[in-house]
């Protein structure tokens, strides 16, 4: 069966994605932080954003090009970074690298993804953005800064929205722990889904490979953790000074915030509430962005991750101001559904719902959507 017929939608990849991780490895991807309201706030506040669909206006042929940054990339969209993203299915990492460098997209990996930048450096061609969570040692910050430009990524995402670490509390529950460990209860839930263990095995267990060199010897290095450190604005500075390139600030919400980091010379906002996984009580995504677009004016650009599960919240968002919408989970729910193949799928929905309501809307363009907000 053609496979857009049997996975037409995210969701349908999800669903699968869910039947074939085991339990710890869905809950860790899918949950949020405490009462997961945040999460919700996110949804809703895409859901109610509605767009005007027109009439009589001719045939219309939609262009996704996309320019960011002293960039053209061939879509409005691309591939957020994920801490542990190999968890999810093994070599995740390596294959959104390479459906990145196939489709031209931007693809963000993370520090604390269980690839390091030169494990994914031979697959994502000229479309590497790091996201530094930076280790409490300046001089392991400044390495993987050295080590990120030598394998090729251009554009630095300095995570600003993390001064501690949220309780998570449903991931918990499931059994994980950090360092992971092998207990009687992880691996009844691996029994239960042979692919993924199969999968697993041949890859070895993922671990958190950027940052094993700095904590050998330690019970951290086991999975490469160590301590975390709570930026401030002598960090961002030293940081920005150290970057030859396009530096993002990701986790923004305040557009006084967003204004004193385009003072500080980040070259691009970032508005996300971190999948809902870090503070219950923040706005959606969604409901944070068109003040932080109005606050900082055209010319900055602006990034939006945040509930996207479709081509449409793709121009939902563009419409509420987003110039780049980036999906963590979404690529994931492919990975974790069809591996390399599911990669590639969501990008293919993506692009061809995107399509789709440009038509209805009569536009070319995705920033045309702007002038489209119902109500406006």
């Not at 669903?15 to 809703?44: I, K, M, N, Q």
């Not at 990120?148 to 554009?155: L, W």
């Not at 990034?303 to 980036?326: F, K, N, Q, T, W």
Request: aromatic content about 6%.
């Amino acid at each position: 069966m053609n496979i857009d017929f049997r996975y037409p939608t995210l969701s349908d990849l999800r669903a699968r994605a869910r039947r074939r991780l085991p339990h710890f490895a869905w809950e860790y991807l899918d949950s949020g932080t405490g009462a997961e309201t945040a999460v919700r706030r996110s949804r809703a506040a895409l859901d109610a954003v509605m767009l005007k669909p027109r009439t009589l206006r001719g045939a219309v042929v939609p262009d996704l090009t996309t320019p960011l940054m002293g960039r053209s990339y061939d879509a409005p969209f691309g591939v957020s970074p994920v801490g542990m993203t190999g968890l999810f299915w093994p070599g995740s990492e390596q294959m959104l690298a390479r459906m990145a460098a196939r489709r031209n997209l931007p693809f963000g990996l993370s520090t604390v993804a269980a690839a390091a930048p030169e494990d994914v450096a031979p697959h994502m061609g000229d479309q590497g953005w790091f996201q530094l969570y930076p280790p409490e040692d300046m001089e392991q910050n400044y390495d993987l800064l050295r080590r990120a430009k030598a394998a090729g990524f251009h554009t630095l995402i300095l995570t600003v929205d993390v001064p501690g670490n949220s309780r998570r509390e449903r991931s918990r529950r499931s059994g994980l722990q950090t360092p992971p460990r092998l207990t009687p209860r992880i691996a009844a839930q691996c029994a239960l889904r042979p692919a993924w263990s199969l999968a697993t095995l041949r890859g070895g267990m993922p671990r958190v490979r950027a940052l094993e060199r700095y904590n050998e010897g330690t019970r951290a290095g086991q999975i490469g953790l160590g301590r975390h450190r709570a930026p401030d604005p002598d960090f961002l500075a030293r940081i920005r000074d150290a970057w030859d390139g396009p530096m993002v600030a990701k986790g923004v919400l305040l557009p006084d915030e967003a204004l004193m980091l385009r003072d500080k010379g980040i070259d691009a906002i970032w508005v996300s509430n971190h999948g809902g996984r870090q503070f219950d009580a923040a706005p959606g995504s969604a409901t944070a962005l068109p003040a932080i677009r109005a606050a900082l004016g055209p010319d900055v650009p602006v990034i939006y991750d945040g509930a996207v599960a479709s081509g449409l919240d793709v121009l939902r968002a563009i419409a509420l101001g987003a110039d780049m919408v980036m999906l963590g989970r979404g690529w994931l729910w492919g990975t974790g559904a069809l591996g390399e193949r599911g990669a590639d799928h969501v990008a293919h929905i993506l692009a061809e719902d995107m399509k789709s309501a440009m038509v209805q809307m009569a536009i070319t363009r995705p920033e045309e959507v702007r002038e489209l907000l119902w109500g406006e």
